[in-house]
Nanobody
Framework: EVQLVESGGGSVQAGGSLRLSCVAS????????MGWFRQAPGMEREGVAAIITGGRTRYYSESVRGRATISLDKNTASLQMDSLKPEDTATYFC??????????????????WGQGTQVTVS
């Protein structure tokens, strides 16, 4: 069982930046898909970014494209968010799954999930 722990959330003013990190309890030496999702109150969970081990393939939602960068270093996935907007306010979740062929921004392809970290932009 892989456990994921997110950190780096907080409160920031519009236009600012945050770097979210997700540490997996196990380092997968094979291919792994890791993603970042967010959910605002009353809204559906939204895929923000995803990456496959090796970093050659990355996915971004249109809502963050150009403002977000996902990276993966061994068992740590990071999401750098710049030019933050109030509509970025949400709980951000990290997710992981070993099946890279289905990697992307759909939440139902991920087996493992973190508990989330809150991001508030005002």
């Amino acid at each position: 069982e892989v456990q994921l722990v997110e950190s780096g959330g907080g409160s920031v003013q519009a236009g600012g930046s945050l770097r979210l990190s997700c540490v997996a309890s196990q380092y997968t030496y094979g291919s792994t898909c890791m993603g970042w999702f967010r959910q605002a109150p009353g809204m559906e969970r939204e895929g923000v970014a995803a990456i496959i081990t090796g970093g050659r393939t990355r996915y971004y939602s249109e809502s963050v494209r150009g403002r977000a960068t996902i990276s993966l270093d061994k068992n740590t996935a990071s999401l750098q968010m710049d030019s933050l907007k109030p509509e970025d306010t949400a709980t951000y979740f990290c997710a992981a799954d070993p099946h890279v062929l289905s990697c992307g921004l759909r939440s139902n392809v991920y087996r493992y999930w973190g508990q989330g970290t809150q991001v508030t932009v005002s």
